[in-house]
């Protein structure tokens, strides 16, 4: 039997496996559309259901700019209809067909989506969408427009309708070619989360997010691929000028690392971005910064896409980042190998000169060994107090910000773990960083484990909010996963 979905409200939809008979009966009371093989609607009337309307003025076929400037001449009182006139929306995509009512009278009637019914939840347009979001569920019953191309916007776990019991339901206008993201535990289209899906907007105008089932939605509209950045084709050609390739589920997992930056207003706010990805001659290139790190010792059997750089447990392996530390500013490393307690020092990435910046490990406070216990040094001498905690000498994200020189933190994945407010005065290094050891005024030192390995670090211009730190390590974990290498 065809799948049916019942419009009872704006803001419920009801998807039911039905013969064709009693769709015809739903449809006496109730918009009525047929689910399509690609997950689309078209429109059902039915045998008896145009008894509902065929009575009430028709306006045609409108696209959606001139449905618009009808609700804006309803709303200046330059134009009126009767109540119940209907019009059908026009667009290239598996939106057109969609039946517009005219609902409310003078100056407060508008032309939305059918199905409202008399509660008066009639579809609203939402305010303008010009950066990226999550859906909420303020926007079930409503058309979300997206003013700004290309944005990502995300189905969170959870969402659903406004009201108690109800089912998520909104039409997004596309811009450029807009991105569908969700976590796990969210199913869309029968893809199962993470992921994401784009749509065209060249294809159609509008498209529909509707909830069937607690966390499974449908969406429909034109598949299409992940618009290309600026900064991911710079990317690209940096690697080809190593000579690296990189697969092309690299490339998609990249470009939603950048995009997804960018939504987060962290890209400018960002200096370097090492993560090695690709082949050995591509592992070098940095997503962000021009200048490539350079590996010291390091050969192909030191690197793998799904494990990341390791060293050997000397000073004879490691990487020069390429990039000097800024006092007021803040750093991160994705640690893939969990350190041996001992009071041994260790830095996974770090310099020391007149001025400190270190992530180490079995170090205290002030830098004495002490196990099991992390540091974060941003700036000063190096006996300066610094935020330090025990961790156990965990694997995962560290991030090590410098705010201004009485506020300093040190945190892990989305953990702080401790803050200082011991006044550190210093500058901006002039020695670039070393990482799986730390750079001794131009002298490899405080080496970590033996096959430790390093899924990449990033250095901030800035001293960052706690906020900004987590949605980095949030991004950076979720392009750790799809390398296969998330700890």
């Known amino acids: 039997m065809p799948t049916y979905v019942i419009q009872k409200d704006s803001k419920t939809a009801v998807p ?31 045998p008896t259901a145009p008894a509902n309307i065929a009575t009430l003025p028709n306006l045609g076929v409108k696209n959606a700019s001139e449905i618009a400037d009808l609700n804006a001449q309803l709303a200046a009182g330059t134009l009126t209809y009767p109540p119940g006139t209907w019009l059908t929306l026009a667009s290239s995509g598996t939106d057109a067909g969609t039946v517009y009512r005219l609902k409310g009278v003078g100056t407060a009637a508008t032309f939305s ?31 979300v427009p997206l003013v700004n191309p290309d944005l990502v916007m995300t189905i969170p776990l959870g969402l659903a309708g406004a009201t108690l019991n109800s089912l998520f339901s909104c039409v997004v206008a596309l811009n450029g070619t807009p991105g569908f993201t969700f976590p796990s535990g969210v199913t869309v289209n029968g893809v199962a989360g993470p992921s994401t899906l784009y749509r065209a907007a060249s294809a159609g105008v509008m498209v529909s997010l509707t909830q069937i089932a607690a966390n499974k939605f449908l969406l429909n509209g034109v598949d299409a691929s992940a618009p290309t950045d600026a900064d991911m084709t710079a990317f690209n050609a940096r ?23 960018k939504a987060d207003g962290l890209w400018t706010l960002l200096d370097d971005i ?3 990805v690709g082949d050995f001659a ?14 010291v010792g390091i050969v192909s059997g030191d690197y793998a896409e799904n494990l990341g ?39 996974g990435l770090g310099v020391a000169e007149t001025n400190h910046f270190t992530l180490g490990y079995n170090t205290n406070a002030v830098g004495t060994g002490s196990s099991t216990s992390i540091r974060g040094k941003a700036g000063g001498a190096f006996s300066t107090s610094s935020p330090a905690a025990f961790n156990g000498n965990a694997a995962g994200g560290y991030g090590v910000i410098r705010r201004s020189n009485t506020d300093a933190e040190l945190t892990f994945n989305a953990t702080s773990l401790n803050t200082s407010a011991t006044s550190t005065t210093g500058a901006d290094c002039t020695l670039e ?18 096959n430790s390995y390093t899924g990449g670090s990033a250095y901030f211009n800035t001293g960052v909010t706690q906020a900004q730190m987590f949605a980095f390590h949030a991004r950076m974990q979720t392009l750790q996963t799809a390398l296969s290498r998330n700890v």
């Open 16 to 46: 039911l496996t039905i013969t064709q008979a009693q769709a015809d009966a739903y449809a006496l009371k109730f918009p009525v559309y047929l689910v399509n093989a690609d997950n689309s609607r078209t429109f059902y009337a039915g």
């Open 113 to 143: 989506v059918e199905g409202g019914g008399s509660g008066g939840g009639s579809t609203t347009v939402g305010t303008d969408v010009s950066s990226a979001r999550s859906f909420a569920s303020s926007d079930s019953g409503s058309i």
């Open 239 to 261: 690697v080809t000028a190593a000579s690296g390739t990189t697969s092309s589920g690299t490339k998609a997992a990249v470009q939603a690392f950048i995009t997804g930056l």
């Open 274 to 276: 090492w993560v090695p």
């Open 282 to 295: 591509a592992s070098p290139v940095k997503i962000k910064n021009a200048t490539n790190a350079i590996f």
């Open 309 to 347: 750089v390791k060293g050997d447990g000397t000073t004879a392996k490691y990487v020069r980042r390429q990039y000097n530390p800024k006092h007021i500013g803040s750093f991160y490393q994705y640690l893939r190998t969990t350190q041996a307690g001992s009071t041994t020092l260790r830095c």
């Open 433 to 450: 960083a070393f990482e799986l050891l730390r750079n001794a005024n131009g002298t490899p030192d405080q080496v970590l484990d033996a």
